[in-house]
């Protein structure tokens, strides 16, 4: 039954334009990333700074520090914005009502849900992550950043958590808005939490914020598997207590 | 000319860059012109942030601007 | 057998009390038509018996099986067409079809050839558009698709008529009609004319309760006396003849009605006095009338017989 729900979401965020908008958007930060490194020495040249400062090259690693930095600043908020009225939307437009009086499962609309929006968090960021490797290869072929791969997984397993937080805040709100407040005030606690240094192995916010860290040196890796536990069961959770919450909700 | 140069050098990224950029406004101003009812805002509004705001424009015109049913 | 029993079931939004400790049977292969005001909780009932309303009390059995709130095992009997369906806009409606197929558990053999069927029932074989461009009376027909789609045991159509063209809704008693018998139907309206024309038992809710239910002959026997109607040649004639009538102390005077050259009275069935007054004005007068004849009363009349304050 998720399976066959699961296709519908696939459809819906194609036919909606959800998914190929959230496709280019993805796709224009992987070349925006070596492009940034590469022109920001050239900038500064021009400026009036010039002469002045004594600029280094730009390295790979200028360009991994833009792609990580667009994904926690900019890339995760556009997802959450687009897919905030991923349940209800779907509750204020009644649309669940004949397939729920069929005898369609709750647990399964939310767990499609979740999973759909993890499905698209792991496309559109190997889509960009591939973009910005090749161009990054190409440009800077150095080595400075040993172990690209190693370094975007964390990426991928935070997103059990966003797609937990978005099915669960727009489960228990009415307005796409009510849901992206939601969604940022959780994000606001993670980085509450991260001002307490000693969380941070466990805080899920280290897997968009330390990769710079895993990108260098392999080992520092396994210091965070708290915090891939913790993601992974806080995405989980949320899916859960969403999937409650909207057992007993007005379709 | 210093500026030209750099474009120059750097067209493996411009230009798939601009293609899209101009890709997706592209997607939006029809969507816009297409389904003339929004959520709040009017036509002129909408397709002012979708060409005025790169990137962010049409992803917020996607999220909050169009109508309920489109 | 009963296909639907819903026993003491009350329930109230905020401090509006929609249902006051309603009781109603549905007997398995009968055409139910629920009838009342809007707002007397037809809507309402119909939403429990889904399961999706929480009823502050009772409770509701479908073929034996207790209804329960969000987990609803018992919908796999039924067949919902809601007052104004919603559709996904992005699929056609072949598309859409098949996403219900798959969720009743039709096997996927069957289901090319029920989608097929049930699309040219309802006249939208030919229709390769998305939902998006439907009009309401297209809407409605996919939604008789999508209700009958897994030959469901009970039917539950809300106002299904209303939004219908007279084409329309002929043709839609007339799908009603050709299932009796293999499948119950509980069928809201407010339009009478149709529940005389299909269904087999009525129930009259008001106030949130059932006030009357049987069948229509059952029903006309208990609430309304039959009429007697005299047509004139002329309304002037009708109009003198009225009068006369009125001044009859034997006759209740505010139930004489008059419309253009048509009498209406109702029928007294003791000693013939009606009939008696009527003659006896009638030849006082020396007035013919075109034609005196008996008329059966209407749901109509039930209808507001029932629900009159008292």
Redesign the interface.
């Known amino acids: ?1 998720i399976l ?1 729900l699961f296709k ?1 979401e696939l ?2 965020t194609w ?4 998914l ?2 959230m496709l ?2 993805f ?2 930060f992987g ?2 990333n ?2 940034m490194a ?2 920001t020495p ?1 900038i500064l040249k ?1 400026s009036n700074l010039a002469g002045k400062l004594s600029l280094p090259a730009p390295t790979s690693l200028d360009s991994w520090t833009q792609f990580y930095k667009n994904i926690s600043q900019i890339g995760i908020y ?1 997802f959450m ?2 897919f ?2 991923i349940v209800n ?1 779907e509750v ?4 669940l ?10 647990n399964a609309v939310i767990w499609s849900k979740w999973l759909i929006l993890l499905g698209q968090w792991l496309s559109l960021n190997s889509l960009s992550f591939l973009v910005t490797w090749g ?1 990054t290869a ?1 440009y800077f072929p150095d080595n400075h950043s040993p172990h690209p791969v190693l370094a975007f997984l964390p990426l991928l397993i935070l997103g059990c958590f966003i797609a937990g937080v978005i099915v669960f805040a727009s489960t228990i709100t009415r307005s ?2 009510q849901s992206l407040l939601i969604e940022i005030f959780m994000m606001i606690v993670l980085y509450l939490i991260n001002l307490f240094k000693q969380t941070v192995h466990y805080n899920p916010l280290s897997l968009m914020s330390k990769n710079l860290d895993f990108l260098q040196r392999q080992n520092s890796v396994a210091d965070y598997w708290p915090a891939m536990l913790i993601t992974v069961g806080l995405g989980l959770l949320l899916t859960f207590l969403a999937s409650r919450i909207f ?2 909700q ?2 | 000319m210093k500026n030209a140069q750099v474009l120059l050098d750097n067209w493996p990224l411009l230009l798939p860059l601009l293609i899209l950029e101009l890709g997706l406004m592209i997607a939006a101003v029809i969507h816009v012109l297409r389904h003339p009812h929004y959520r709040f805002g009017n036509k002129v509004m909408w397709l002012i942030v979708v060409i005025v705001f790169e990137i962010i424009g049409p992803v917020i015109y996607f999220a909050f601007g169009r109508g309920k049913n489109e | 057998m009963n296909m639907l029993e819903i026993k003491h079931l009350d329930k109230s939004f905020g401090s509006k009390q929609v249902l006051h400790d309603l009781n109603l049977v549905v007997p398995q292969g009968s055409i139910f038509g629920f009838v009342g005001e809007n707002g007397a909780g037809k809507t309402t009932t119909m939403r429990l018996v889904l399961g999706l309303e929480k009823s502050d009390r009772g409770q509701i059995e479908i073929n034996h099986e207790l209804v329960h709130f969000g987990q609803t095992p018992t919908n796999r009997f039924t067949g919902y067409l809601p007052d104004v369906p919603a559709f996904y806009n992005y699929l056609t409606p072949r598309e859409y079809l098949k996403l219900c197929a798959q969720i009743t558990k039709i096997p996927a053999r069957q289901q090319s050839s029920r989608i097929d069927e049930l699309l040219s029932l309802v006249g939208l074989a030919n229709v390769k558009q998305r939902i998006n461009g439907f009009s309401r009376g297209m809407k409605q027909r996919l939604g008789i698709a999508q209700a009958l789609l897994n030959r469901p045991q009970l039917l539950i159509c809300d106002e299904p008529t209303s939004a219908l063209d007279p084409q329309g809704r002929q043709e839609f008693l007339e799908l009603l009609a050709s299932l009796r018998g293999q499948t119950t139907i509980l069928f809201s309206t407010h339009i009478l004319p149709d529940v005389e024309r299909i269904c087999d038992q009525v129930g009259i809710l008001h106030d949130g309760q059932l006030r009357a239910v049987g069948s229509l002959a059952t029903l006309k026997q208990q609430y309304a006396q039959p009429l007697l109607q005299i047509t004139m040649a002329t309304a002037q004639e009708a109009a003198t003849l009225a009068q006369w009538l009125q001044q009859n102390p034997s006759l209740a005077k505010d139930a004489i009605t008059t419309d253009a050259s048509v009498i209406t009275i109702p029928d007294a069935q003791e000693n013939n006095q009606t009939w008696t007054a009527v003659l006896e004005a009638l030849t006082q007068q020396t007035l013919i009338p075109l034609k005196i004849e008996q008329v059966a009363p209407s749901l109509e009349q039930i209808f507001l017989k029932v629900v009159q304050p008292t």
């Open positions: 039954m066959i519908k459809r819906e036919r909606t334009w959800k190929p908008i280019i958007v796709v224009i070349i925006m070596p492009l590469k022109l050239e021009m556009l914005m687009i905030a009225g939307h204020s437009q009644h649309t009502v004949n397939l729920v009086t069929k005898g369609l499962s709750r161009y190409f796409n808005y057992a007993h007005r379709l």
